[in-house]
């Protein structure tokens, strides 16, 4: 039998995760997705992607390793309804030994639009300390080959971009 494990992962640029349907308890009073879904889905797609790299349930198993979200920042730019099929594209802008910086957006599956997009910090965990670590040498090399074919992909403009308001008058 061919062992396939040894083969490196093919990474697409982007990432496009499995398609997904928005569950009918998800939609809220006004009608559609509620905020805390779009996190759910986000959340989903990453973890498909991160399985590619080896950081899938068996992490936690095999290496008493994980992964968590550090910092997220989500812009909701079109509502989702509940008959409306999603995929995530994501790309990985960026990683060192201990941290990933994630770019996903949340799209209608079969118009393409953008509903939301999200870019995150995820950090790896040593289970035992519950504390950051740095990635195993072989999870370094597979983010070496995710990151450079996203590295092909140009830098969404909204990376990096911090929550800005005019002037905003408070209650003295």
Wanted: with cysteine; hydrophobic share 40%; charged share 25%.
């Amino acid at each position: 039998m061919f062992d396939t494990s040894k083969l490196p992962a093919l990474f697409f640029a982007p990432f496009v995760s499995s398609q997904m349907r928005i569950e009918p308890h998800w939609i809220d009073y006004n009608g559609h997705l509620n905020m805390a879904y779009y996190h759910v889905l986000f959340d989903n797609a990453l973890g498909e992607a991160l399985a590619l790299v080896g950081l899938g349930e068996d992490y936690i198993r095999e290496r008493g390793m994980s992964f968590f979200t550090g910092e997220v920042h989500v812009i909701y730019k079109r509502e989702l309804h509940l008959d409306d099929p999603v995929r995530v594209r994501l790309q990985l802008v960026g990683y060192d030994e201990k941290r990933l910086h994630i770019y996903e957006e949340l799209c209608h599956a079969t118009e393409g639009w953008v509903s939301a997009t999200c870019e995150l910090i995820s950090l790896n965990i040593d289970m035992a300390t519950r504390r950051v670590a740095p990635f195993p040498y072989d999870i370094i090399d597979n983010l070496a080959e995710m990151r450079s074919s996203h590295g092909y992909l140009p830098t969404p403009e909204i990376v990096g971009r911090a929550i800005r308001t005019p002037a905003l008058i408070s209650r003295q």
